[in-house]
């Protein structure tokens, strides 16, 4: 029983280590986003020419840096997967996904399409019908 007390103190002492590394890090990060790149936003925000593309730009860079970050570092594989694939999928490009479609017509012949295609012209008054057709000539004699 004596064994089990000294060992439950090292687990104990060895997360506090990892806690205690992981909040350094954290405020490395911070130290560093407030010396480096707070300066250059609030610079973008106060300049009256600045546009959203601007901000937006200056962003992207930053949220890629994140999500090397945090691919790199993460504890949870879950996330430091999550953050691989979305590094991939703006890098790469997204896998395709390709889908077959079937136009609605596509089995109808010749002459029943000929067919649809006259009534619809029909229909929206762009095509005379068949009386018309015999009726006179198209100078309207």
Do not use: W
């Amino acid at each position: 029983m004596s064994d089990q007390v000294p060992k439950k103190r090292n687990r104990r002492k060895e997360y506090a280590k990892r806690k205690f590394t992981r909040l350094e890090k954290k405020v490395a990060e911070f130290e560093t986003f407030q010396q480096e790149f707070a300066p250059k936003l609030r610079a973008l925000l106060q300049d009256p020419n600045t546009k959203a593309e601007d901000i937006l730009e200056f962003g992207k860079k930053l949220a890629a840096a994140r999500a090397v970050t945090v691919a790199h570092t993460e504890v949870d594989a879950g996330k430091a997967m999550s953050a691989s694939k979305d590094i991939l999928d703006r890098t790469m490009g997204k896998a395709k996904e390709t889908t077959s479609v079937e136009h609605k017509f596509a089995k109808l012949d010749e002459e029943q399409l000929d067919s649809l295609l006259l009534s619809k012209l029909k229909e929206a008054g762009l095509a005379a019908g068949k009386d018309d057709e015999e009726g006179g000539d198209h100078d309207g004699h």
